[in-house]
């Protein structure tokens, strides 16, 4: 098992700015574990250039927590068995995250249980504390960070989220364990709240959207804001995203085109065309149209396309395309031929399904 990462190295490279995936499951026919396939996607994610991935997150499937599917741990141990497998190639390590759901009690648990199996950090999901106040919520999160280094999780309440004040972002900011924050509440006025709160703190806290609708205008936008008497600019420097699930390879490139572009005086209208191709994918991978219905059926979908999955099959028999996904998925891949990486993932796909 990988060697505890020490936290000013996490800072480094979480700060440095990578593509994380959220590691979606892959299953059976009969809705079980398919071991195999699983490591093939973590495999592709490695060899595809992706800094890190999170795994027990809503790509995941939150049911793997479920006593009757029993899949979390297990999962996150494959997980971590093929991360230490990609870490003897690489001079850095792969950044290992693990998702955090639940009250205190389940969340101490998993925090837990992602120290033991040598995950780097937690995402802190605050969904199920709804009605919790600004302070309860940091009660919870420092309970977590007493464990774990954290990563929060601005998650929009489409997505099973809830409403983050800028007062929360600026207590949640002198936790001395937060070493990022994954901002995705798909709206402009929130995440400035976010990326004001770390300014004002002055900490090197490590920005990655989850943003899915504005991914590309995130990670080339510089925030800039009035604090402490002087101008401060935070970047948000990499994305942590069921989107770069798939077609990851591009995804790479497309994070080191937006690092280039972050220090030119203009955005490229070439650039600025890319954006709009990468959040109208998103539309047809995440089932906009039906309100998200369909976003992990969709992700699936392609993975299914490209052969990394056998089939659609999620934990709840429910969670299939909706109507019109699949044609939708059909026009995206016509219209943008370039941002698949098909061929990349047949070049190699026979190896990594080996065992």
Not at 44 to 66: L, W
Not at 105 to 123: C, K, P, S
Request: a negative charge.
């Amino acid at each position: 098992m990988t060697k505890k990462l020490e936290l000013e190295k996490l800072g480094e490279l979480l700060n440095r700015g990578a593509v994380i995936p959220a590691h979606p499951l892959a299953l059976t026919e009969q809705r079980r574990l398919d071991e195999r396939r699983q490591r093939a996607l973590t495999r592709y994610y490695a060899e595809a250039g992706a800094g890190g991935m999170a795994i027990g997150v809503h790509t995941t499937q939150f049911a793997i927590r479920d006593p009757r599917v029993g899949l979390f741990e297990p999962v996150l141990q494959l997980g971590a068995e093929e991360m230490d497998r990609a870490d003897c190639n690489r001079e850095d390590p792969l950044i290992r995250i693990g998702g955090i759901c639940g009250e205190t009690g389940q969340a101490v648990r998993e925090a837990e249980l992602l120290a033991r199996l040598g995950y780097h950090a937690g995402l802190v999901n605050l969904g199920v504390l709804r009605e919790a106040g600004d302070s309860a919520l940091i009660r919870h999160c420092r309970a977590v960070a007493e464990i774990i280094p954290v990563m929060g999780f601005y998650l929009q309440p489409a997505g099973g989220g809830r409403l983050l004040s800028h007062s929360f972002w600026r207590q949640f900011v002198t936790i001395d364990n937060v070493v990022a924050i994954k901002i995705a509440p798909f709206n402009r006025y929130q995440t400035l709240d976010v990326v004001r709160a770390v300014a004002e703190s002055g900490r090197e806290i490590a920005l990655y959207t989850g943003n899915d609708d504005n991914i590309v205008m995130d990670l080339v936008t510089p925030y800039v804001f009035e604090a402490g008497g002087e101008q401060r600019e935070k970047r948000i420097v990499g994305g942590l995203l069921g989107h770069w699930a798939v077609w990851t390879s591009s995804a790479v490139h497309l994070l080191q085109e937006c690092r280039a572009a972050s220090h030119a005086t203009e955005i490229s209208k070439g650039l600025l065309r890319k954006s709009v191709e990468v959040t109208d994918s998103n539309a047809a991978f995440f089932d906009v149209a039906n309100q998200f219905a369909g976003c992990i059926a969709g992700l699936h979908e392609v993975l299914r396309r490209q052969g990394l999955l056998k089939g659609l099959w999620c934990l709840d028999p429910k969670e299939i395309l909706s109507p019109g996904q699949k044609e939708e998925i059909d026009r995206v891949y016509a219209a943008y031929p370039h941002w698949n990486d098909d061929e990349f993932v047949q070049q190699h796909l026979d190896r990594w399904l080996s065992a």
